[in-house]
């Protein structure tokens, strides 16, 4: 009985230093992402997610820092490297977390790259995608904030490009914002973003 009570204090001790050191690197990954220190923060969060295993979230983190900044960067080359990179942290982050919602979302924001960095190049296959995408995540989570509001972005600039009424979708944008109300947040580092960017998109309501 004595071995079996030294046991399992070990275990919960191993368990409690793991999640504080998971905890930290997790902590200081997000912080060198606040720094601009990107690079520095996907290396990290690809880090964590080796010595983790089994948990999507590093990944899914490392693929959104090189997803969001092929937004801000002209190179070809360097954008076709990131987002290849991003690809493969998210197909990591599928295989321990299916039909995951968030990692959906992520993928279409990936396809969205895509089409903003080279329309005519990547317009015509990753458009179907990105709808595609967005559509699994809506069945996944219905009242998922980020795909209301990424989608109603999409579908608005689809209709711009269409020459149609991009207020058509505003509801929409509504809607999210009542979910980003109701987002539960439980659960350390579950992705919460988007909110601040509400008042951009609803420029397009204008």
Request: glycine residues 6%.
């Amino acid at each position: 009985m004595r071995t079996i009570i030294i046991l399992l204090s070990f275990f919960a001790i191993t368990s409690v230093n793991s999640q504080a050191a998971y905890e930290k690197g997790m902590g200081k990954a997000f912080e060198l992402w606040g720094n601009q220190k990107n690079d520095e923060a996907a290396n990290l969060f690809e880090r964590i997610g080796k010595a983790e295993k089994d948990n999507w979230l590093p990944y899914y983190y490392a693929a959104q820092i090189h997803i969001v900044t092929t937004f801000g960067i002209k190179d070809a080359e360097e954008i076709e490297s990131r987002l290849t990179k991003a690809q493969n942290y998210l197909n990591e982050a599928k295989t321990f977390s299916k039909d995951n919602a968030e990692i959906v979302i992520m993928e279409a924001m990936l396809n969205t790259a895509y089409v903003v960095y080279d329309g005519a190049k990547y317009g015509m296959t990753h458009s179907g995608k990105v709808e595609e995408l967005y559509q699994k995540a809506k069945i996944i989570e219905p009242e998922n904030p980020r795909a209301i509001l990424y989608h109603a972005e999409w579908q608005m600039g689809a209709a711009k490009f269409w020459g149609k009424d991009p207020k058509a979708f505003c509801p929409e944008i509504e809607k999210a914002i009542l979910y980003f109300e109701k987002e539960p947040s439980n659960v350390p580092f579950y992705p919460d973003w988007g909110k601040n960017q509400i008042a951009r998109i609803q420029e397009n309501c204008k």
